[in-house]
């Protein structure tokens, strides 16, 4: 699985161009459930062609439009396509539920 590390100026070009699965996570490098996720998330089978990290501490501008609260955080988004929250706990098969949930939902634009 590819690791793709984005920022304010990098997020919205990579996600409307990158073809198939995207999970992207929202972290910090002071968080310990941040730094379990970016352990964790690279060796778990998981339907997703990358995994997007976003700093939450140098990204305002990606923290404030994505609504983020808490941290890890992750949403979907699918040949450009944003299908929303993944709202799981760091456990594939859980992960996984929680991506195919979101996906039988209705895309909307990228924030």
Do not use: K
């Amino acid at each position: 699985m590819e690791q793709i590390e984005l920022n304010d100026g990098t997020a919205d070009r990579f996600l409307l161009d990158a073809a198939g699965l995207s999970l992207v996570v929202f972290h910090s490098r002071t968080c310990a459930d941040c730094r379990l996720a970016r352990e964790q998330l690279p060796g778990m089978d998981l339907p997703v062609q990358r995994v997007c990290w976003v700093d939450a501490g140098e990204n305002g501008g990606l923290v404030q439009r994505y609504e983020v609260f808490f941290l890890p955080t992750m949403f979907v988004v699918r040949d450009g396509a944003f299908y929303g929250p993944v709202q799981a706990r760091l456990q594939e098969w859980d992960i996984r539920q929680q991506i195919s949930l979101a996906l039988d939902g209705y895309p909307g634009i990228l924030p």
